[in-house]
């Protein structure tokens, strides 16, 4: 029951994060993704027991989802994720903005290579660097995703935050838990500093519209 009642609370932290990390005014597309996970405004074979439980009709299963799709949908799943361009240009950081785009980037995006980054033991976005395979991702770089995941996190507003680093492969989803919520085995631990967030990492500043390949 303990437990249960732990992811239940994290769950509705997260979407508590990422209610208040929105403008209604100019993230409107988000906050129909928020509704349509709480099955707000849809009477479509919702789950009755996870909808009492949690409020929301997305009911997970513990396993991984396959990669499997052509490129075509792959590129039309990037609609609506925040993504913004490393220092040196080489990788592209993908920034999920509620719970369905985090399980989005974690579990159809992310590839084995890339790398993928959270702040550890709070509510926030799920963050995804992606770039080619055997290409030499810098310190710099690393640490411009850091410092993001730090910002998009329940923790932005500490000096330092420590930000589990993790191989895509490692991910699993909770199982019972909502979209987003996820586990893993393995990671390293980098600090993030919000405060090096620069105005055009924020949504409202600059979003960039190039395509990942």
Not at 14 to 26: A, G, K
Not at 84 to 109: A, C, E, M, Y
């Amino acid at each position: 029951i303990i437990e249960e009642t732990k992811i239940q609370l994290g769950y509705a932290e997260s979407i508590e994060l990422s209610l208040q990390f929105l403008d209604p005014n100019t993230d409107r597309n988000i906050l129909k993704e928020i509704a349509e996970e709480l099955g707000i405004g849809s009477s479509k074979g919702q789950n009755r027991q996870f909808v009492r439980l949690f409020g929301t009709k997305q009911v997970q299963k513990g396993k991984k989802i396959p990669k499997g799709g052509n490129k075509r949908e792959k590129q039309a799943s990037l609609k609506g994720l925040l993504q913004l361009k490393s220092p040196t240009d080489s990788v592209v950081v993908l920034i999920g903005r509620n719970n369905l785009q985090n399980d989005k980037i974690s579990f159809q995006l992310a590839k084995s290579h890339e790398v993928w980054m959270h702040a550890r033991g709070v509510p926030g976005s799920h963050v995804l660097m992606r770039f080619e395979p055997g290409e030499n991702v810098s310190e710099c770089d690393l640490q411009f995703a850091a410092n993001l995941a730090a910002f998009y996190s329940k923790a932005r507003n500490s000096a330092k935050v420590p930000i589990d680093v993790v191989s895509p492969k490692n991910l699993k989803r909770v199982s019972g838990a909502g979209p987003g919520m996820v586990q893993f085995v393995k990671s390293t631990v980098m600090w993030g500093d919000p405060r090096n967030v620069a105005e055009n990492s924020v949504p409202e500043k600059k979003i960039m519209k190039q395509k990942v390949k």
